[in-house]
């Protein structure tokens, strides 16, 4: 009988394991009128073993769970994907990503791409980071944010996380787009147009205000309205404060005073 693990109590009230093995030893006439038994202490390594199997099923449940795409390669080819990653790519299962016999660069819409983590990963000792764009199994293409570092432990191999950043992609370019428009509608108005901070200051002017105030649009900015405008600014700066101290627009008031020009 071998492996079985009974539990007993140690003199110091703590619960151990052992293994216990037992044989039995034949007399002259071929009965087995005796035993041999063998007893081990196990209870660390069982421990031991119990906590590897509890760290290797959290990790599987945050590896399969994760919201960001999770991956394991060589240099060349892909070993292990998260079903994350499979479904952003356009699989029906990390199974079939990791058979799909490509090379794992060309997944990337751009290879050198994935050059260049490598290089930059083997001279690292923790995760470099680029954005890239990738392409799916049905080719169409996407953004992404990757990090990558090398697995020291395995010769070859690198691992990281890939999130799907397209829609973040899309909002920075209509963002760009509304301030490009913005900025041309403020540069070119026929009105002066200013944006002023709480400390009174100029953050921007267009150029037919600067034209009204008699000054260059660099000698505005930073500058407060007094200093740019010392005549007006007691007409100007309690309209200013009212303005920021109740959220409520002034429109149409008509101020009298001089300009710098």
Not at 36 to 50: C, I, K, M, Q
Not at 103 to 131: I, K, N, T
Not at 228 to 240: D, F, G, H, T, Y
């Amino acid at each position: 009988v071998q492996n079985v693990h009974p539990a007993l109590l140690s003199p110091e009230g703590q619960r151990r394991l052992l293994r216990v093995s037992i044989a039995p030893i034949p007399d002259r006439l071929g009965r087995m009128s005796r035993v041999v038994a063998r007893l081990e202490d196990v209870t660390e390594r069982v421990e031991a073993e119990r906590a590897l199997r509890k760290s290797e099923e959290n990790f599987r449940s945050i590896f399969e769970n994760a919201p960001v795409g999770i991956y394991q390669s060589n240099f060349t080819r892909l070993l292990s994907v998260n079903p994350t990653l499979a479904r952003m790519f356009g699989y029906d299962s990390p199974a079939e990503m990791v058979a799909s016999s490509l090379e794992a660069e060309s997944f990337f819409v751009r290879r050198e791409q994935r050059a260049g983590l490598l290089r930059r990963a083997l001279e690292s000792d923790s995760f470099v980071q680029d954005e890239v764009e990738y392409r799916r199994k049905d080719g169409s293409t996407f953004f992404a944010s990757v990090r990558m570092r090398l697995v020291r432990e395995v010769a070859g191999s690198v691992e990281g996380f890939i999130e799907d950043i397209t829609e973040r992609k899309r909002l920075e370019a209509e963002l760009a787009l509304r301030e490009q428009r913005l900025n041309s509608f403020f540069n070119n108005a026929t009105a002066g147009l200013c944006i002023i901070d709480a400390d009174l200051r100029y953050v921007q002017v267009n150029e037919m205000l600067a034209k009204l105030n008699g000054l260059p649009v660099d000698e505005h900015t930073g500058k407060t309205v007094r200093e740019v405008l010392p005549k007006l600014a007691p007409v100007l700066e309690p309209i200013l404060r009212r303005v920021l101290d109740s959220g409520e627009p002034v429109l149409n008031r008509e101020v009298h005073g001089a300009t710098t020009g």
